[in-house]
């Protein structure tokens, strides 16, 4: 027995609902990575206003752990690191949001009842929208 074609517009059904639910998962990715980098951004701060208060050790040289190293570094050069991470951090934060606002869209155009849509997704939409009005 011959297996049966699809039907044309079957096919682009289910083309459409698996682009859909592609767009949907790279955006829930999208906010777990958003999430992990700003806790990691929110650690660095609490350790730079620690430094700066100097409730972290009072010598010049501070114990830093690097992986699974442990350097022994001085302030000066630890809160420029730190510093520089939270740049980076800041960078790759507004690209993540930058990316899950594109895909967002994309989102919607494929599937513009938001009422089938995760509710996250749905929020960011309508902050979107009001934006652009």
């Given at each position: 027995m011959?297996?049966?074609?699809?039907?044309?517009?079957?096919?682009?059904?289910?083309?459409?609902l698996?682009?859909?639910e592609?767009?949907?998962e790279?955006?829930?990715?999208?906010?777990?990575?958003?999430?992990?980098?700003?806790?990691?951004?929110?650690?660095?701060?609490?350790?730079?206003?620690?430094?700066?208060?100097?409730?972290?050790?009072?010598?010049?040289?501070?114990?830093?752990t690097?992986?699974?190293?442990?350097?022994?570094?001085?302030?000066?050069?630890?809160?420029?690191?730190?510093e520089?991470?939270?740049?980076?951090?800041?960078?790759?934060?507004?690209?993540?949001?930058?990316d899950?606002?594109?895909?967002?869209?994309?989102?919607?155009?494929?599937?513009?009842?938001?009422?089938?849509?995760?509710?996250?997704?749905?929020?960011?939409?309508?902050?979107?929208?009001?934006i652009?009005?």
């Amino acid at each position: 027995m011959a297996a049966k074609e699809m039907d044309p517009d079957m096919k682009t059904l289910l083309a459409n609902l698996i682009q859909i639910e592609t767009l949907a998962e790279e955006v829930l990715t999208l906010r777990q990575q958003n999430i992990e980098l700003n806790r990691k951004k929110e650690h660095n701060r609490e350790g730079l206003g620690a430094l700066r208060r100097g409730e972290v050790q009072t010598n010049n040289k501070l114990n830093f752990t690097f992986g699974n190293l442990i350097l022994k570094l001085p302030r000066k050069n630890m809160v420029s690191m730190i510093e520089k991470e939270q740049a980076h951090l800041e960078n790759e934060i507004a690209k993540v949001r930058s990316d899950i606002k594109k895909k967002t869209s994309e989102l919607y155009k494929l599937q513009p009842n938001i009422t089938d849509m995760d509710p996250y997704v749905v929020k960011l939409l309508l902050q979107q929208d009001t934006i652009y009005q």
